[in-house]
């Protein structure tokens, strides 16, 4: 519906970024520091718009390009993902493989314009990128799939339908596992700590950054934004999946025609309220991680994504002997 | 009606590749004229193909060798899609020789390239055993020829032998099984063998399937009966590397459609699960080695492997949907095992073309010698970058839509209570197979684009290179327009591809599938496309609105003027991969420096770095010692004398009578 | 003569004659005694033939005698004239163990189709034991000679004794494969020639033991 559409879309395009200076505030709090502001993001979106943009001398169109068709994933992507209702915006579209390809193919853009502007860090951050986001890969999958098994579809808005239905009995022991799983893939997805920091501009210690660091101006104002843009994706996935609860849903009994009611305005405003409180949780559940965790070693990742996946399997293997 | 136009569109498209050898015969300067006849049979076949899938199938009966042996044809819905790409893949690939110095080498390839297309083309209309094997031999050998070519060096003799040594393996199980199969019938066609393989006991069941799965599973390139695959492909001239890819390995696929679903028939879940295990495990392997890999064929050998593995896996599902008698389960399967096929031979084709055209711009396939040529040859970067969003699996692009189906058909089995629980764990866990060969197949194609087309060039003949000719372009661009349309029109085709298995089923009686596929969710790239595009539009022009000029600077490199060693090389973009999947890759570094004598300053290093490709160390070699080992102690029966040799015949001759009184 | 008798009486011959090949040691004579079995077997098919009235017999018959009576052993024996190689110095058999040989062949074969029912060529039950002979004596001359032409004598006898087995039991073999044996059997002679002809050149002498000193 266009209400829902418009809704989402606009608070979330003017909302993503405020959650980041939510998590910065409290990691210098944390460090015993003032920090910055919470709306320091938006200032500095603004101060990379109005710079001229400097490009390597080595890159190709591609440099242009690239930021443009990151920030159109990462816009469809949260066009695309239920967030405040329980129907996607884009009735039909919510399909979560359509969704994880989508975040698929803005991070191919992205390695490739690290490698465009030849230079080291790019090189390095995209390497890296490809490797985890490999491991990572079949830990979402298969995390998801357990609730796409157990509802019946891969379509987000059922399986968000459904959850809602089961109340509490939804986090059953396979989902229990699943959300674990996703969790931590979800930090992996993001880059936060453990597997990267996105605070930093050392050498060794980038990979999202890495990838970011020969962009500039009006570009790197666009792959910031969809970095904040993807925080909100990951979240709402997980939070649609495993913890619908008080997103705005259709009535419960049907119209006279038989077509399901659109939530009511009332309803559309609670579940606004309840996606920020929720969004606002994983924020400061992220700050803490980034404050409270070093970075891992970049050779014990495998370790930790694999777990992931451990957990993912053994959520399959739950949910084929115990009700879900 | 029907009959006259496909027995018309069949012999119109041999009669050109017939015409084509001919023609090649006269010498290298009718090259060209050849190629360009080949290219006119490729796209009859392609007509076949499509009246195949929208007509009624039709027998074709071409003749009776000896009495017995007969060759007859009946091209229904199931042969249409492997027709349609064998003749698009045949089309552009003819194009592309026209204009490529190593189209025609010499008067063997000018026949052995029709041979090869028309071999193709019959073995997917074969109604008989004979004319099944026929067409399967003469497709090895033709392909075998073209692999060696004129003067092939030691590196190209030792690909075409173990070439050639594994799929006469292949054609040895084939011939066992039919004999089996028509043994039983006695009579050696497919609809007399499909009545009889229901009577036979099930152990003879079985042996028939594991015969079968070998056979077309060394020509798929599953592991790990792949070994030809990566050594053979790269070695061929590049047109022939994308008919191989893109329609050979697919006969595999239309065995086991053909054969094992639709003569052997429902059999017990572990031939599914033997099925979903080989998938999962070629799609796994077949992109991690793609990912190490720094040959760019070889790259694209590895990742036909790992598509092929995705294809097994919708196989698999379609074997399972028959054996618990769920038509729906099975027309899934076999129809996203469909659309992959389709488009895999669309993009891993177009790959190729345009690989090909790498490898004649600068002469090397060496991913850590490329380099920048996204600015020599601008019209080849895009055609590669269509081929590789469509390989990475990212929507709204072809490779997504396949890898989407075979998704859904893996989740719907793991969810359909009918099915043994074991087997369903089995399908959750291929689904995770596929996505963790999914996310290392797009690091591997971003590797070889990175490599190849973006920053500086890394050797002075990727410097100095320059854009291929118009028609190596035009047959690229070809697929890549078909690449695309398969992406963005994935609803119809999908809708296409049940709609043969439905009809496939009713022609041979078989029972293949009964009723649409239902799918557990929706995708439609139509939808997804437009709107991705209109937000690029929106952003393009929001991020160009009274923006100031773009500056251009050599980059930050601590000071120093950037040249391409501070480029991260193929080889350095795949350590992170290497370090994680150490225990299966098992890289072996070796560096030796050399100091200038004297000093403390070094004067040379050299660095190789190899990883352990672990079927072939760990099988491969192990058996040929093993055989070399007892040809070894068999070497003492030889002693050098005829008579003796005779006296052994005479031996055995006894020993046979005096066994044979009764 | 009813052709029973013919039949039978060529039997004999044949067996006799196999003896003496075994024998002799003159390559010149060996070829005359095989060209003598074969137009021998030739006459007893012509004579069944026209018993019986079948003319593809007749024909195989005529064959016979015309590639294996006299076209082959024509030829060997100009191959035998211009290699100059002509007697067989040392067989690996000695004289009295061949003889010994040569008679539990014939007892063999008579004991191996003693209790054989006979019901379809007249004489077949004298004829098949002499054709069983004619084979197992072929092969004794192919292991225990050295000279490459007396190995090809060897082979005509072999195949000597097939035809015979088939024309004893079935009454001849299928017109294409009789062709076929005949090409064949063309073939091997050629490349024995050929054979003899590199052997004396490059070794100095067609007896196959030096041979041994190539095995690889």
Redesign the interface.
Known sequence: MIALLLLQGSLVLAGAPLFAGVARRLKSRLQYRHGPSVWQPYRDLWKWWSKQAVESDASSPLTAAAPVLVLATMVAAVLMVPLVAVDSPLSGAADLLVIVGLLALARMVLVLLAFDAGSAFGGMGGSREVAISALVEPGLVLALSVAAAAAGSTDLSVISARGQALGPALLSAPMLLAAAAFAIVAVAETGHAPIDNPDTHLELTMIHEGMLLEASGRRLAMLTYAGHLKFVVVVSIFMAVFLPFGAAAPAAVPGLDGAAIDPTPLALLIGVAVAAVKLTVATLAFGLLDAGLAKMRILVLPSLLGLATLLAVTAVAASLWLPS | MNGPGMDVSLTVALGFLALSAAVSLLGPRAGKTALALAALGSVALAVVGGLAAFKEPVALHFGTILGSLSVDLRYDALAAPFLIALGVVGTAASIYAMGHHDGMRSRLDGVAYPAFLASLGLLFGADTAFAFLLAWEAMALSSAALVFGPRPGPTTVRAGYVYLALTHLAAACLVAAFALLGGAAGHADFAAMREAAQALDPAARDVVFLLLLVGFATKAGIVPLHIWLPRAHPEAPSHVSALMSGVMVKAGIFGVLRVVIGILGPGPAWWALAVIVLGAGSAVLGALYALVERDLKRLLAFSTIENVGIIFLGLGVGLLGATVNAPALTTLGLAAALVHTLNHAAFKGLLFLAAGSIQSATGTRDLDKLGGLVRAMPGTALLFGVGAVALAGVPPFSGFAGEWLIFQSLLTAGAATAVDPVIRIACLLAVGALALSVGLALGAIVKASGSAFLALPRSPRAGAALEVGRLERAAAALLAFVTLGAGLFAGPIRALAGAIVEASSRSTGATLGGSAPVLLGSYEPIVVASLLALIVVAAWAIGRWRAAPVRRAPTWACGIAPTAAHEYTATSFDKPARLFFEPILRPVRARRVEFEPGTPFPHRVTYRSNVDHLVESRLYVPLHRASIAFAQVARRLQQGTLQLYVAYTVVALVILLVAARP | MTAAGIVGAVAGLIIVLGIALVLTRSIGRSILLVATQSILAGVAAIAVGSALGQWQIVVGGVLAIGFKGLAAPVFLRSMLRSTAVAVERRP?LGPRLSLLAAIAIVFVAAT?TADIGFTGTPGAERALPAAIAEVLTG?LL?????KVMS?LVGLLVFENGIALTAFALTYGMPFVVELGIAFDLLVAVAVGWVYTRRMVAVLGTAS??S?????G
């Open positions: 690996y191996a092969l192919v292991m225990t000679r050295r190995l196959t033991d041979l041994r000193n190539l095995r």
